[in-house]
């Protein structure tokens, strides 16, 4: 028993250690709702204008949330004015209602793809990553937390 214990303490740590996003952060709904004014935003200073990154959306939902999908507002700024904006949808439930995100228990865990591609910033500096739901709920439910990562493209 002490063995196995040993051996996936030391494969946690490991795997931690393996983690290569430059930037990860996240924000917690409170009561498990999204306020529909309620926009959330990611603030990354950027030094690197030469490197591709993968920009990731990690999103928990709960068994509370009433749909299958989600319309996100989405926007970069920098310093000189918004670089993107765009909507985008995500799917959380495929068509017979079973969730698509990873766990267990009542708690999904889904991530996403910002863009298709890898993004390179052409301009140091701070950058505002904004989401804000565009689903028709004034409080949407069923929302436990979203985050931000930033992982630089492996080169192959």
Known sequence: M????AILSFMAVFSSCTDTAIYRDT?????QQWHQDSAITFQVEVTDTVGKYRILIDLRNNSNYPYSNLFLFRQIESQQGVEFADTAQYLLA???G??????????????????????RFTKM???TFTLQHGMRDVYLTG????GLRIIPEEIH
Do not use: C, H, P
């Open 2 to 5: 002490n063995k196995w214990f």
């Open 27 to 31: 924000a917690v709904f409170s009561a």
């Open 94 to 96: 495929d068509r017979q």
């Open 98 to 119: 079973k969730w698509l995100g990873k766990g267990s228990g009542a708690i999904k865990s889904s991530t996403f793809s910002f863009k298709a591609q890898a993004l």
């Open 125 to 127: 500096g701070t950058y």
């Open 143 to 146: 929302m436990e937390d979203i």
